[in-house]
Structures are given as C-alpha cells and as structure tokens.
C-alpha cells in the first residue's frame, strides 16, 4: 500500500507539469492585453507600457514561463494583476463556497442516485425501473447551463421561492444561507446524481444474482438486510470509482454553476480572471484543481482495498 501510494505520488509530477506549461500557453493565446484591460480605453500608451513593465509582461515568454517556475518552486503561484493579492490566498478564500457547493450537491447526489438506482435493480422490470432510468438518462443529458437558468426562471422569477444569485449570509440566518444554496446545489448535483443511478442500478444486478445472495434468501435472511449489507457493500467498488470521478468534477466543473448563480467560488473566480485577463490567477488556480483532482482519484484507489481486500493495487486494481 505504502509503495504504491508513492508511486502515484510520483506520477503527478509529470502531470502537473504537463498542466503548468498547456495553462501557460493557452493563457498567453487570450486576446486582450491585462495592462490595457486594468487601466481601461482611456489610458495612455506610456502608461499601458509603465504598467505592462511593472507587471513583468515586458518580458520574453520564456523569461516569463521561467520566473513562473521559480516561484512555484518556492511554493508561490504569484500575485493577481487585479487583486493585487497573492493567488494562494484568492484560492484560500474562494475554496472554502466551492466545497461548501460540491459536498452539499454530492450528499444530494449520492442519496437521490444511490437510492433510486437500488430501487430500479431490486424492482427490476417494473414502473419504477423504467420511470427511475429515464429520469437519469435525462438528468445526465440536460446542459447544465439550460438547467441552471429554468431553475431559476421557475423557482425564482416565477414562484419567488428561492433566490437566484449570492451566496447568503448566516448573520441573517441559516435559513437565509440554506436557501441561497438549494438551486446551485440541485444543479450541480443532478449530472452526478443520475450517473450515481446508472451505476447503481448496473452493479446491483450483478450482485443480486450471485450465488450467495440466493443462499441468504434461502435461509430467510430479510430483503433488506440482503439489500443493504451483502448487495450493497459488494456492488460499492464501482460507485467508489464514480464518486471520486464525480467529485473532482463538481470541483473543476463548478464554473458554469457559479457563474450562473454568482457563487463566489473557484469557478467565478476563474471566469472572473479570463475576463480581466489576469492570467496568473487562472494558471495558479486550475494547477491547484488539476492536484485536487489526482489526489482524489488516488484516494479512491486507496479506498479500494479498504472496502475490497481482494483488489490488488499493485497490479492495476485486479482481483488476487
């Protein structure tokens, strides 16, 4: 375990590597100059040329990619043309509502997903099988821009039930906070959620027609006991890989979430800095979302062998 936990510890140097310099260079493909976007169409060619050499975008891209590779040597992603603030501390404030949003929309997701997706195998052939597969092969189609806005045309602009942008505030409340955090949450979650179904659904059939659950049947064992502890546990390697997929991408996904409803998270973050062409801020946050997104990965391989001791990680994750 501790080898191969190494091992794979390693293989995210080149991966980040291979993150730093595409960011790097799509960064300097975007149209628009930072200097002249943060001074505005007003300021003066010295001053946009003042501002572009305080800035270090004077430079050669290759001085430029270098100096970037000296700080994050020392730890250090730079500091935001328009924040003027160090990008790890943009990051340190804005992670916090994006793990906020993507544990709030997996609980939903996991609890809606699983759930119906053991109803369908169990009840296989049935309404609710089929009712409970095209509610996922729908949810897993819908654009989440598309949903994003008909939540919010319907619950906010129609009913007036919810409000459609910020974040809340609990010195309001935590009504007032919880209610700002339903339609992100519910959009954000329902791609995974119906995923969380299909996969379900597809590994407890496999499970339920094994040999030892006909045993436990024979003997009287109760459906649900059948269900949740022999079914389920067994059927859980593969909803384990799904959710670590699926986190990782409400993480690095949630832009199109965030900016629909103002979540001042990563996302809006991200988005915000494109706009402002503040290139530093989107190199050092998508490099700190591509780690979370292969420590993540790697702790669902770990997880693997806590739930199955029979996966062998050493040899790609087959059975001894």
């Known amino acids: 375990m501790i080898r191969y936990t190494l091992r794979r510890l390693l293989d995210v140097i080149p991966t980040l590597l291979l993150v730093i310099v595409i960011v790097f260079i799509i960064t300097r493909l975007i149209p628009g100059d930072p200097a002249s976007t943060m001074l505005g169409p007003q300021a003066s060619v010295e001053e946009v040329a003042k501002l572009r050499e305080s800035l270090g ?20 992603l730079g500091t935001s043309f328009t924040y003027r603030k160090p990008v790890m501390e ?10 906020i949003l993507a544990a709030m929309s997996l609980i939903i997701a996991l609890v809606l997903g699983v759930s119906s997706g053991i109803i369908s195998a169990v009840k296989k052939d049935t309404f609710f099988d089929y009712f409970f597969t095209v509610i996922s ?3 897993v189609s819908i654009p989440v821009f598309w949903l994003g806005l008909m939540l919010v045309l319907l619950f906010s602009v129609t009913l007036g039930w919810l409000p459609a942008t910020g974040m809340g505030n609990m010195k309001n409340g935590f009504c007032d906070y919880f209610s700002h955090l339903i339609l992100p949450s519910l959009t954000l ?8 179904s299909r996969i379900t659904r597809s590994s407890m059939l496999e499970v339920i027609n094994q040999n ?5 049947r024979a003997k009287g064992v109760g459906s649900f006991s059948i269900v949740m502890k022999h079914g389920l546990k067994n059927a859980a390697t593969p909803i384990l890989t799904v959710l670590g997929m699926q986190l990782s991408s409400m993480l690095s996904g949630a832009v199109l979430t965030e900016t629909i ?12 800095a494109i706009n402002k062409r503040d290139f530093i801020v989107v190199q050092g946050t998508v490099l700190f979302l591509a780690l979370m997104y292969v420590l993540i990965n790697l702790l669902v391989d770990i997880l693997y062998k806590v739930v199955n001791p029979r996966v062998s990680l050493e040899n790609g994750g087959t059975k001894k």
């Not at 340190?92 to 793990?99: F, Q, V």
């Not at 979650?189 to 969380?196: E, G, K, L, V």
């Not at 030892?212 to 436990?216: D, G, H, L, N």
């Open 57 to 76: 975008l004077d430079k050669s891209l290759i001085s430029q990619f270098w100096d970037y590779m000296n700080g994050l040597f020392h730890f250090d």
């Open 90 to 99: 943009l990051i340190i404030e804005r992670l916090p509502n994006t793990l």
């Open 261 to 272: 409803y103002s979540w001042p998270g990563m996302g809006r973050l991200i988005v915000d």
């Open 212 to 216: 030892y659950i006909k045993t436990a």
């Open 189 to 196: 979650a329902t791609i995974p959620m119906a995923n969380f």
């Open 137 to 139: 092969l729908v949810g």
